[in-house]
């Protein structure tokens, strides 16, 4: 892996073993987002910060990005990538919340935010993307992407079709809540909170065999981050399967298929603040 985090640092590992798979799907929208070579853009929630150091790329040399998020131990990973990938200069890390972000009005030309804000599970969607437009100069673009779907069981669409209707698989939607927070209703939001021509595209990753090791590893994380917690809300049978295609130590793991094929899907929400 290209980004050495230790294992024993587990949400910061997993962020950095999914760049694998996650890279081209964050390329696809930064092109679609065609951030103004020079201009200043906030990464809010920025994890270790892969996803500010592509944008940063993208502006160019006279442009920002400030990734923006509540684990100053995320952070500290942040800034050693950045000087890693000769980027200090370019990027910076700031230490703070979301919900009050800690820059004044109309600080940044776009803000967007990767897998954070947007699940209303974890954070009230219409304040935090409010807060997002506050800090983003008129015209500029906020932008929300979140993971949204994937088909990783080739050969058992049965079997995936029953993980992908459990709690853990809805997640991070949550049984039970307003269909209106599903995070899929995003347009919604943005209308309501008066954001202009909002926008969203599916974006789509897929991988094949052979697989390299570092994807290997990744999409082993994946499984067990969509479903390795499911164990309570499956048949002891759907478990065991789910188990004998999981596991790498598995004469059936799925990713020793030598046909393996799976894809991921990513929806990538945009509008403009107004004039
Ligand atoms: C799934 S990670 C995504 C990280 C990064 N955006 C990426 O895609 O690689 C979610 C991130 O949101 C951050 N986060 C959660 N709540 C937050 C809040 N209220 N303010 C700032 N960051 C927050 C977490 O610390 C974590 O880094």
């Given at each position: 892996m290209e980004w050495e985090v230790p294992e024993t640092?587990?949400?910061?590992?997993?962020?950095?073993?999914?760049?694998?798979?996650?890279?081209?799907?964050?390329?696809?929208?930064?092109?679609?987002?065609?951030?103004?070579?020079?201009?200043?853009?906030?990464?809010?929630?920025?994890?270790?910060?892969?996803?500010?150091?592509?944008?940063?790329?993208?502006?160019?040399?006279?442009?920002?990005?400030?990734?923006l998020d509540i684990s100053p131990r995320f952070l500290a990973y942040g800034e050693r990538f950045a000087e890693q990938a000769g980027l200090s200069e370019r990027v910076s890390f700031k230490d703070g919340d979301v919900r009050?972000?800690?820059?004044?009005?109309?600080?940044?030309?776009?803000?967007?935010?990767?897998?954070?804000?947007?699940?209303?599970?974890?954070?009230?969607?219409?304040?935090?993307?409010?807060?997002?437009?506050?800090?983003?100069?008129?015209?500029?673009?906020?932008?929300?992407?979140?993971?949204?779907s994937q088909q990783m069981l080739p050969g058992y669409p049965e079997l995936e079709a029953r993980l992908n209707a459990t709690p853990a698989g809805i997640g991070p939607f949550k049984p039970g809540m307003r269909p209106e927070r599903h995070y899929y209703r995003a347009l919604g939001w943005f209308r309501e909170l008066g954001l202009e021509a909002p926008t969203v595209r599916a974006l789509v990753g897929s991988v094949h065999a052979p697989l390299s090791e570092d994807l290997r590893l990744a999409l082993a994380g994946l499984l067990d981050m969509r479903w390795g917690g499911a164990r309570s809300e499956l048949s002891p049978e759907d478990w065991a399967d789910y188990l004998r295609l999981s596991q790498p130590d598995s004469p059936e793991f799925v990713l020793n298929l030598p046909d393996y094929y799976a894809f991921f899907t990513y929806s990538l929400f945009q509008g403009r603040v107004a004039r």
């Amino acid at each position: 892996m290209e980004w050495e985090v230790p294992e024993t640092d587990p949400y910061a590992y997993s962020l950095a073993l999914a760049h694998a798979w996650r890279e081209p799907i964050l390329a696809d929208a930064i092109q679609d987002l065609d951030p103004l070579p020079g201009s200043r853009g906030l990464d809010a929630g920025c994890g270790i910060g892969l996803p500010a150091l592509m944008l940063a790329e993208a502006v160019g040399p006279g442009g920002h990005v400030t990734g923006l998020d509540i684990s100053p131990r995320f952070l500290a990973y942040g800034e050693r990538f950045a000087e890693q990938a000769g980027l200090s200069e370019r990027v910076s890390f700031k230490d703070g919340d979301v919900r009050q972000v800690p820059f004044n009005d109309a600080s940044f030309d776009s803000a967007w935010s990767v897998d954070c804000v947007g699940y209303a599970a974890i954070l009230e969607p219409l304040p935090t993307i409010q807060e997002l437009a506050r800090v983003v100069k008129p015209g500029g673009v906020v932008a929300l992407l979140m993971y949204s779907s994937q088909q990783m069981l080739p050969g058992y669409p049965e079997l995936e079709a029953r993980l992908n209707a459990t709690p853990a698989g809805i997640g991070p939607f949550k049984p039970g809540m307003r269909p209106e927070r599903h995070y899929y209703r995003a347009l919604g939001w943005f209308r309501e909170l008066g954001l202009e021509a909002p926008t969203v595209r599916a974006l789509v990753g897929s991988v094949h065999a052979p697989l390299s090791e570092d994807l290997r590893l990744a999409l082993a994380g994946l499984l067990d981050m969509r479903w390795g917690g499911a164990r309570s809300e499956l048949s002891p049978e759907d478990w065991a399967d789910y188990l004998r295609l999981s596991q790498p130590d598995s004469p059936e793991f799925v990713l020793n298929l030598p046909d393996y094929y799976a894809f991921f899907t990513y929806s990538l929400f945009q509008g403009r603040v107004a004039r």
